[in-house]
């Protein structure tokens, strides 16, 4: 019986760490934020935009050494990490602010101006309003490519997630009462600390192997970074996300195992106590 309750209890302390690291991760919008931080997802979306805005260019009769200005002063990669800051605020609010793009419409029509000027164009109403739709396509362009989480995909994605969050509280109350009632019926079988801590620690470092095998297994392999995509910037965010939960399992692993080794030191104590006694 009590090696059923240690199984069960080791089972129920592995979900409630597994719900924890998901709760932390997958349903914190801080987490995916620091993930594209430390991907310097930003950083190659900035590169990305500015080959995008080049390849429009060109067909606008653009120079591409135009954009280079434009991407030094104009769209910079602190803009893109905070208009994707926004948009991941947006995703897991289940909100969708509309983004004011007109400061950098301005700013693009302006630099746009500058350029027309210096390769000696008039600026007719007529030149003014083909570069006033350039801007407008700019931002089109910037939008789509930084705004990549206000897609019909991860809003679909999330809207899911999202619908079941509320079972995630009350499915860790669960095991958690489950997870008490075990170890007071454990505890209830034995009168000496030496025999119900042993099923306690049956119980704990099964939950450590659970929580660390499959995590430790996917990193050795480097399954995260097996994941194929074309872009550099979804590439380093994908894997770092799922790494990143990998990692957060071992820590999940680590505290189990923590709690492994302090009953270990309480039950050598408790029988050298009871070996004194005798």
Known sequence: MCTVLAFLLALSMTLIGILCVAKLT??????????????????????????????????????ASFFDGVFDTIITEQLVEDYTAESVTDLYNGTETEKDLSELDSKLLEALKVYAVDKGFELDSTLEENLKNMSSEMCGIFDTCAGMFKTSYFKSAMNTARRYMPLFKWAIIGLSVFALLSVVEIRLFFAKAKNYLRYYIYATSGATLMLAVAPATALIMKIG??????????????????????????????????ITV?????????????QKAE
């Open 225 to 258: 970074s097996r994941i194929n995509f074309a872009n550099a910037s979804l590439y380093g965010l994908a894997s770092g996300f799922i790494n990143g939960i990998f990692v957060a399992m071992l820590y999940a692993a680590a505290v189990a195992a923590a």
């Open 26 to 63: 997958v349903m914190n919008p801080n987490y995916l934020i620091r993930v594209y931080r430390a991907s310097d997802y930003a950083k190659e979306i900035h590169a990305e935009l500015k080959e995008d805005f080049i390849s429009y260019g060109s067909a606008c009769n653009v120079d």
């Open 262 to 274: 302090s009953l270990i030191i309480l039950r050598s104590v408790a029988v050298k106590k009871k």
